[in-house]
Structures are given as C-alpha cells and as structure tokens.
Antibody
Framework: EVQLLESGGGLVQPGGSLRLSCVAS????????MNWVRQAPGMGLEWVSG??????????YYADSVKGRFTISRDISKATLYLQMNSLRADDTAVYYC?????????WGQGILVTVSS | QSVLTQPPSASGTPGQRVTISCSGS????????VSWYQQLSGTAPKALIY???QRPSGVPDRFSGSKSGTSASLAISGLRSEDEADYYC???????????FGGGTKLSVL
C-alpha cells in the first residue's frame, strides 16, 4: 500500500522559513516523480512544485508563485521528499500535500498545515 | 482563474447519473493524461481516475472518466449521498511545465 506522510508544518512569521518532509513507502520512490500541492483555507488545489524521475532524475519545477523562494529535493536513500520554504508570506498559508500524481495509482499524503502569521 | 475550467457546482438525486466537465487546451488536456480527484470535507484528495479512464484499486466502477480533444469528463452513476464532495481534474501542462488543476466542482446529492 502506498503511503505518504508529511511533517514539519506549523506557525511561522512572515519572512521566515520552514522545511516540510514527506516519507514515502509502498512503491519504488526513485522511479516516481513527486510533487507538493497546497490548498489555502476554503480554496481549491494549487500545484506548488515537482521533481522528476528517471531518466531526467532530479529535474525540478515550480509554480510562479513560489519560484525563487521554495526548493524541492529528495533523498532516495531515505525515500523522503522535501520542500524548503523561505521568505514565507501570509498567502503561503495552506495545507500542503505530498503527492505522487503520475504513473500508476496516484496517491496523496494526509496534508500538513502551514500558517504564516505574526 | 484556473487553467482548467470546471463548473463550480453540480447536483443530482440518489441513483441518478451526473457528469462533471473539465475544459483545457492543447498544451494540457490535448496532450497528456487527465486525473480526477475526490475531496470529502476536511480530508485529503483521493484519486478516482488516472490516465483518463483508469480506476485505482478500490474505486467503484460507478466512477468513470473520458477524454476527447481538449476536454475531459467524470461520470458518476448510481449517485449516493456519500458522493457529496468536491471534485477536481488535473493534468500536466507542457507550456507551463507544471501540473494544473480545475477550480473544483462541488457535488450535492439532493
């Protein structure tokens, strides 16, 4: 069974930083592209960032709204996906989901809340 | 303004068949696979359809997906009260180099 478990969320002041982690299990992590998707309170889903699988292993992609502030990475040995979030703003407040969106059987984590407020 | 266009709401009575549309362009729906997600209130999105019309294990065959050109549809037959949720379409956009979502459709079971 595919499982994705996010951690690292919480309350942070505007301008601050936070790193989200997502531990994956139940599939071959190294062969799957992975993504972060967020959902602001009462709003729809917004793709944030993605990292590709083989053969373009490690290519990264970002939504314009986070480009230059967020960095996605992965540690294959730990089957863990990361999202380093810097220069956080109030409009980054959202539930952040780790998601396997391509290939067979898409799967999402349960989500982690990030609140940016003074 | 979402890249993919979905109706904001849909409704039906128990047992009915409802469809939800998702309209895009040649750079997204016209060139890649469409997925559909169901989000029950207060929970994480769950995949209902991937690769246009494939159902993950455990998803009832009441749910079906189709695609034609730059549009896609999700059909739900034998509507049940537990189908009341938000539904989103998603696809990779080659021009944007990123995933795009529809704005979501809130389904009410009357």
């Amino acid at each position: 069974e595919v499982q994705l478990l996010e951690s690292g969320g919480g309350l942070v002041q505007p301008g601050g930083s936070l790193r989200l982690s997502c531990v994956a299990s139940g599939f071959t992590f190294s062969s799957q592209g992975m993504n972060w998707v967020r959902q602001a309170p009462g709003m729809g889903l917004e793709w944030v960032s993605g990292i590709s699988n083989y053969p373009s292993l490690g290519s990264t992609y970002y939504a314009d709204s986070v480009k230059g502030r967020f960095t996605i990475s992965r540690d294959i040995s730990k089957a863990t996906l990361y999202l380093q979030m810097n220069s956080l703003r109030a409009d980054d407040t959202a539930v952040y989901y780790c998601a396997k969106m391509s290939g067979d059987a898409p799967a999402w984590g349960q989500g982690i809340l990030v609140t940016v407020s003074s | 303004q979402s890249v993919l266009t979905q109706p904001p709401s849909a409704s039906g009575t128990p047992g009915q068949r409802v469809t939800i549309s998702c309209s895009g362009s040649s750079s997204n729906i016209g060139s890649d696979y469409v997925s559909w997600y169901q989000q029950l209130s207060g929970t994480a999105p769950k995949a209902l359809i991937y690769r246009n019309n494939q159902r993950p294990s455990g998803v009832p065959d009441r749910f079906s997906g189709s695609k034609s050109g730059t549009s896609a549809s999700l059909a739900i037959s034998g509507l049940r009260s537990e189908d009341e949720a938000d539904y989103y379409c998603a696809v990779w956009d080659a021009s944007l180099s990123g995933w795009v979502f529809g704005g979501g459709t809130k389904l009410s079971v009357l």
